[in-house]
């Protein structure tokens, strides 16, 4: 059964950091490429950062250069996002997503509430 599990989110001032965690099972992480995406409140779910099957590759949306990175983690099977200098507009439900373009294969988390507020 393929599980991806996000985890670390939370409430955080402005200017703070969280880490995010997502944990998978059921299928082969190593050759999965890995993204986060958000749905922030009323918006649409975009696009946040990926990270290749090797983790050679990163690329992320330009809202979040330079303050997000994303990692990953093989032999833990465990991709990570590490936020740092939120803002009150990363308010967001933020997506674990595993893609394998070979096979057109891709599975979803349930997602992990981040929320940053004075």
């Known amino acids: 059964q393929v599980q991806l599990v996000e985890s670390g989110g939370g409430m955080v001032q402005p200017g703070g950091f969280l880490r995010l965690s997502c944990a998978a099972s059921?299928?082969?992480?190593?050759?999965?490429?890995m993204s986060w995406y958000r749905r922030g409140p009323g918006k649409e779910r975009e696009f946040v950062a990926t990270?290749?099957?090797?983790?050679?590759?990163?690329n992320y949306a330009d809202s979040v250069k330079g303050r997000f990175t994303i990692s990953r983690d093989n032999a833990r099977n465990t991709v990570y996002l590490q936020m740092n200098s939120l803002k009150a507009e990363d308010t967001a439900v933020y997506y674990c997503?595993?893609?394998?373009?070979?096979?057109?294969?891709?599975?979803w988390g349930q997602g992990t509430q981040v929320t940053v507020s004075s």
């Open positions: 990270i290749f099957s090797s983790g050679k590759y990163t």
């Open positions: 997503y595993a893609y394998r373009a070979s096979v057109r294969e891709s599975y």
């Open positions: 059921g299928f082969t992480f190593s050759i999965y490429d």
